[in-house]
């Protein structure tokens, strides 16, 4: 049973599109939840959210958690083609992080 | 700082052959994880490391899979005999506390 469920598995969209993708996670020791972008290497930190509500933002991206509903968002605005990576959400429960399948994002020009 | 560094970062060998992954934590960080990725799994945590004890290993596959952190800024993943189906690329994050991972280029294990 996976603990994070991330959705869409894939997106395929053009270039100034907007996008949401979703992030579901289990309540159990909560502490976090994380979200990161992987290109072709290692993935790369984004937001860490531990507030339900309180939207954090860095240029076209944002993402907001809700903890009563167990679910986070990650949104990107005027989606550029090096937007295009594999976005992976964490559950912190502990210590160790445990991810989605992520959702991979194709932006096409 | 260099960040988290792995080696090798590429390894082909053969079935029933020692494979040994090694890991630089990022100095000052107290926390080591190992993870597994693969397009039909995902990015799998294997064990981690708190003050370079083994808090959580149920993630390690099987017997043929050990991990070491003899001391804050070394750790290593070992896999004897390794099999195909070990075949993945292997990461390995650390962290201060409970703050962000920083995870390493990884390590791409092929087994033939």
């Known amino acids: 049973e996976d603990k994070v469920v991330q959705s869409p598995l894939s997106l395929v969209v053009h270039e100034g599109d907007t996008v949401t993708l979703n992030c579901s996670y289990e309540?159990?020791?909560?502490?976090?939840l994380l979200w990161y972008k992987q290109e072709k290497k290692a993935p790369t930190f984004l937001f860490m959210l531990?507030?339900?509500?309180i939207e954090k933002k860095s240029g076209r991206l944002s993402s907001i958690l809700d903890k009563k509903e167990l679910f986070s968002i990650l949104n990107i605005t005027a989606t550029q083609t090096g937007d295009s990576a594999v976005y992976l959400c964490a559950d912190q429960a502990g210590t160790a992080l445990i991810f989605g399948k992520g959702t991979t994002l194709s932006v096409s020009s | 700082d260099a960040g988290v560094i792995q080696s090798p970062r590429h390894e082909v060998t053969e079935m029933g052959q020692e494979v040994t992954l090694r890991c630089k934590p990022i100095s000052g960080h107290n926390s080591l994880f190992w993870y597994r990725q693969t397009m039909m799994r995902g990015l799998e945590l294997l064990i981690y490391f708190n003050n370079n004890v083994p808090i959580d290993d149920s993630g390690m596959p099987e017997d043929r899979f050990s991990a070491k952190m003899p001391n804050a800024s070394f750790s290593t993943l070992k896999i004897q005999p390794s099999e195909p189906r070990d075949s993945a690329v292997y990461f390995c994050a650390s962290s201060f506390g409970t703050g962000q991972a920083f995870f390493g280029q990884g390590t791409r294990l092929t087994v033939v």
């Open positions: 309540v159990t020791n909560f502490r976090s």
């Open positions: 531990t507030s339900s509500g």
